[in-house]
């Protein structure tokens, strides 16, 4: 089963726009994290914000942030203001306990000019 | 540079040969990753070490795939007899993690290592 689901494959932003990634997960450990990462052109994979299980508020840095609703198993992420250095993979990622990172398959985002 | 480093950056084989992939995690960082990815798909988990000790391995992870860390600080993956199926970019990452103490347990990636099987 998949644990980590991101059902956008490409999406498309007017830069300065704000944009919504969807992530939604699959899990009955009650202490998990989740993760948002970006990989640009280049390969290189850069952590962006994290969201723990037993957090109260939605997790937020900078432009991005997190809207955790946890009944619904949803992670989405929120940048706003979008910029052309945005355009990028992105990636979700949960992990169990304190075990490995499950990636999902990931979105494209492409900031317009 | 103190991040994650891999070498090689580059690996072209011939179908049939070994290669060796080396990680050096960030120094204090006791847990080391590795996953692997192909194009347009996220990475795919493969194995992690604590410390020396070599805590999960994936399923995907096939006889042909050994992993080392002998002293707990870099790591080498092997792949004996490549197939055209292991061409992929293969990740290292490492991340602190210490009983007791509350911490993200982000995974800090290296650039990568892409394998290339003719």
């Known amino acids: 089963a998949q644990k980590i689901t ?3 494959p490409g999406m498309f932003v007017q830069e300065k726009e704000a944009v919504t990634l969807d992530c939604t997960y699959d899990t009955s450990d009650p202490s998990y ?13 850069i952590f962006l914000i994290y969201q723990g299980s037993y ?10 942030s997190l809207n955790f609703q946890k009944a619904r198993k949803s992670a989405n992420l929120v940048i706003s203001a979008s910029q052309l250095g945005d355009s990028a993979m992105y990636f979700c990622a949960m992990r169990e306990g304190g075990r ?12 317009k000019p | 540079d103190t991040g994650v ?10 179908r049939g040969q070994n290669v060796t992939f080396r990680c050096d995690p960030i120094s204090e960082h006791n847990r080391l990753y590795w996953y692997r990815q192909t194009l347009g798909q996220g990475p795919e ?7 020396e000790a070599q805590l999960e391995k994936s399923r995907l992870l096939s006889d042909r795939f050994s992993a080392e860390r002998p ?13 055209q199926g292991d061409s992929a970019m293969y990740l290292c990452a490492s991340s602190l993690a210490l009983a007791g103490v509350p911490n993200t ?5 290296g650039e990568g290592s892409r394998l290339t099987v003719l």
Request: net charge neutral.
């Open chain 2, 105 to 109: 347990g982000e995974l800090f990636f």
């Open chain 1, 55 to 64: 957090d109260q508020q939605n997790a937020t840095e900078g432009r991005y």
């Open chain 1, 33 to 45: 994290g989740l993760f948002w990462y970006k990989q640009p052109s280049s390969g290189e994979m």
């Open chain 2, 71 to 83: 002293k707990g600080s870099f790591s080498t993956l092997e792949i004996q007899r490549t197939e």
């Open chain 2, 5 to 14: 480093s891999q070498d090689p950056r580059h690996k072209i084989t011939k």
């Open chain 1, 100 to 111: 490995k990172l499950i990636f999902g398959q990931g979105t494209e985002l492409s900031v």
């Open chain 2, 45 to 51: 988990f493969l194995t992690y070490f604590q410390n």
């Open chain 1, 6 to 8: 991101q059902t956008q």
